[in-house]
């Protein structure tokens, strides 16, 4: 076989033996190898990386750094084993230079080459196998979730509870195609430095300001051209009184449509940007203060609408960035809902997980919740000691009765803490506004507060009626009979409802 070789190619015997001297020293060999192992996973990962329809993000720290890193560091290794070798054999010239010497004629060195290439193949296969194993878990919702565990336990216990529980991290917050390919991939590399060298913010801030424009994450599953008309939601709240009495408003929401083939494009899904176009000019980091909106209809006509109280002047709104409205404008809670402590309570008085025949549970459970806590063990403590201690003052017959109440009433009040505040990540609800409505945070209102005009005088509605109507209100079980002028009777007269800002006072979350 050897003979063979050298009479077939003696062109190539010099070229071939020089190859020899370069990987004959075992220094040289173990970069070669490494190099040959870290090319094949890179040309695996990156085949996935083309391939796959979703793609994780930490799927490019794989292909694009670490891959490339072991394959720089083979390469290097070669030309450093050759130095090497030729400076020992310069310190030590009598030592005779000793190539591989390869003989198939010797069962003993065949038996010994099997064994090595087979163990090279099991081994590239398996660095194969492994980097795959490493790809599907980094796509996981455990990955973005769990590994990074303190950092994102605020983000996936919200997500856990919320309608998306089961839409994979990567849906919404990378989805498809090149361009925020690369983006998340840098910021996702990013994250992982952040995590490991402990300098992450704390809170993560909100906007997520590379977050991709909804049109390719959301509007993947849902879309917009499907016509919603009205929604149904009932809000069930409990007074602060001794006796938690219940109030109920059923409201017809009037979502409606944002494309002309399907309906009239109107309602609230009307800013969805079908037929239109809205673009806005925010003057805070939280998007929460609008002085400037544009909109332009499928005409082309363009109406701007000027907040009276802003003092930007023509020059800063030409030069300010705009955003173009889209669904996380609205809905930009989807998934991570932080619940105000007042309306947790209230589900679980309507879920009866708490015990509305407990004297004023609701105030006392809001007390409870809303009290700042340095960690969450103090908290439980906090709420078990707050709730305890004020039957036991106040009620102390009932505090022995209803012992069994009261304490799973303490339970449950915990669990409720759990899920919405995380005081080690310095988050609670309060910390990211949720834009959907008008009640805790200003929402709508950003724009829709009367005071945005158009030069000629158009005012962007605050009207109660345009967006919702109330179907029925009721306190304490009995209907409010006032009400058949189909508007919301607030507890306490408000006087023209038109003129407040619902978050002025219920922003607290529970004791207004
Ligand atoms: C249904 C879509 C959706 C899913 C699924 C989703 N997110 Fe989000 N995420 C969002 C939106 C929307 C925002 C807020 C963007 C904004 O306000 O600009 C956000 C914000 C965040 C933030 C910034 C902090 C915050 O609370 O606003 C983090 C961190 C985050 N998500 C992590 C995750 C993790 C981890 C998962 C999986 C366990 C996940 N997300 C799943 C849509 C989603
Ligand atoms: C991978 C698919 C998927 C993606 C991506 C997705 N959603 Fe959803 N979304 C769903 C499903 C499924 C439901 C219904 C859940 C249910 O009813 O159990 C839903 C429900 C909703 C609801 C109704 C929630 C409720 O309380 O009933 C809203 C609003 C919504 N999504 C908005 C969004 C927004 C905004 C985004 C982008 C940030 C988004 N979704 C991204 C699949 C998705
Ligand atoms: C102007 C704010 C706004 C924008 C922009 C917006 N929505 Fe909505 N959407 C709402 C409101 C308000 C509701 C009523 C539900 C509620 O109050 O929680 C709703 C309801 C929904 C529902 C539930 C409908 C039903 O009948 O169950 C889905 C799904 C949804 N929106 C998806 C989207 C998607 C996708 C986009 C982007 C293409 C979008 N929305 C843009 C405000 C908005
Ligand atoms: C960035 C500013 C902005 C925000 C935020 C906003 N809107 Fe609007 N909305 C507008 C503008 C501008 C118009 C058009 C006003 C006009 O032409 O008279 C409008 C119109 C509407 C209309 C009337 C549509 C029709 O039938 O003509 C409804 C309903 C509506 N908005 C609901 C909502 C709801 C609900 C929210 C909150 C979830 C919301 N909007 C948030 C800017 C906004
Ligand atoms: C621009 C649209 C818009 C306007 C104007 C508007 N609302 Fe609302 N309102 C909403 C939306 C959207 C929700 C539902 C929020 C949600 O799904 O949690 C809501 C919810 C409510 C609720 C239930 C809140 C709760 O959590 O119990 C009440 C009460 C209410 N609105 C009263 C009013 C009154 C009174 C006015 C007039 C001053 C008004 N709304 C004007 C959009 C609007
Ligand atoms: C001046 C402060 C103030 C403003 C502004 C205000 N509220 Fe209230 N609201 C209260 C108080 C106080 C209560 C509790 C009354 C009680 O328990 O008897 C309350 C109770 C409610 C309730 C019953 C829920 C509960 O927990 O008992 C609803 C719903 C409500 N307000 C909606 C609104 C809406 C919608 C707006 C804006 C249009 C608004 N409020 C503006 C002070 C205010």
Avoid at 47 to 59: E, G, N, R, T, V
Avoid at 79 to 86: A, K, L, M, S
Avoid at 337 to 353: E, G, M, T, W
């Amino acid at each position: 076989m050897n003979a063979g070789l050298e009479s077939a190619a003696p062109i190539h015997k010099n070229a071939f033996s020089r190859l020899r001297e370069l990987v004959h020293n075992p220094i040289s060999l173990v970069g070669f190898v490494l190099a040959v192992v870290a090319f094949g996973n890179f040309l695996f990962l990156f085949f996935i990386d083309l391939s796959s329809q979703h793609p994780s993000p930490y799927i490019g720290i794989l292909a694009y750094m670490v891959a490339p890193a072991f394959l720089v560091l083979g390469l290097a290794l070669v030309p450093f084993g050759v130095w090497y070798d030729r400076r020992k054999r310069r310190q030590h010239p009598a030592e005779p230079i000793r190539y591989l010497h390869v003989d198939f004629n010797d069962p003993s060195q065949r038996g010994a080459l099997t064994f090595i290439f087979t163990f090279v193949v099991a081994f590239i296969g398996l660095s194969v196998v492994g980097s795959y194993k490493a790809y599907e878990f980094t796509d996981s919702v455990q990955f973005c979730g769990q590994l990074c565990h303190s950092v994102m336990a605020p983000e996936f216990t919200a997500y856990q509870l919320s309608p998306h529980a089961r839409v994979a991290c990567v849906d919404c917050h990378v989805g498809a195609g090149a361009t925020w390919y690369v983006k998340s991939k840098l910021s996702g590399a990013r994250q992982v430095f952040a995590t490991t060298f402990n300098t992450y913010p704390r809170p993560i801030p909100t906007p997520v300001h590379n977050l991709r424009p909804a049109a390719q994450t959301c509007e993947q599953c849902h879309w917009p051209k499907k016509f919603y008309g009205a929604q149904l939601k009932v809000f069930t709240h409990f007074a602060s009184d001794e006796k938690n009495t219940p109030r109920q408003i059923r409201m017809l929401i009037n979502v409606g449509g944002g494309d002309p083939a399907t309906g009239a494009p109107e309602g609230i899904h009307w800013h969805m940007n079908i037929s239109n176009e809205i673009t806005y000019i925010a003057t805070d980091d939280q998007r929460q203060v609008i002085p400037y909106i544009h909109v332009k209809d499928h005409q082309g006509r363009v109406t701007e609408f000027f907040a009276k109280d802003s003092t930007l002047t023509k020059e800063q709104i030409a030069k300010s960035p705009r955003r173009l409205m889209d669904c996380v404008d609205c809905h930009n809670r989807p998934t991570h809902i932080y619940v105000p402590p007042d309306l947790s309570v209230d589900n679980s008085l309507l879920a009866k997980r708490l015990d509305a025949s407990l004297p004023f549970l609701k105030q006392q459970s809001v007390t409870a919740l809303t009290a700042n806590y340095p960690t969450t063990p103090a908290a439980m403590q906090g709420i078990a000691k707050s709730i305890g201690s004020f039957y036991e003052s106040k009620y102390p017959d009932l505090a022995r009765s209803k012992q069994l109440e009261i304490r799973s009433a303490i339970d449950e009040l915990q669990r409720i803490y759990r899920n919405t505040t995380f005081p080690e990540m310095k988050l609670n609800w309060q910390t990211h506004p949720n834009n959907i409505g008008h009640f805790y945070f200003n929402g709508c209102f950003r724009c829709h507060d009367g005071q945005h005009v158009s030069p000629d005088g158009k005012a962007i509605a605050k009207d109660c009626q345009i967006c919702h109507s109330v179907l029925s209100q009721e306190e304490g079980g009995v209907s409010m009979a006032a009400l058949q002028k189909v508007s919301f009777q607030h507890p306490i007269d408000l006087g023209d409802m038109t003129q407040v800002n619902c978050s002025d006072c219920h922003a607290s979350g529970g004791t207004q």
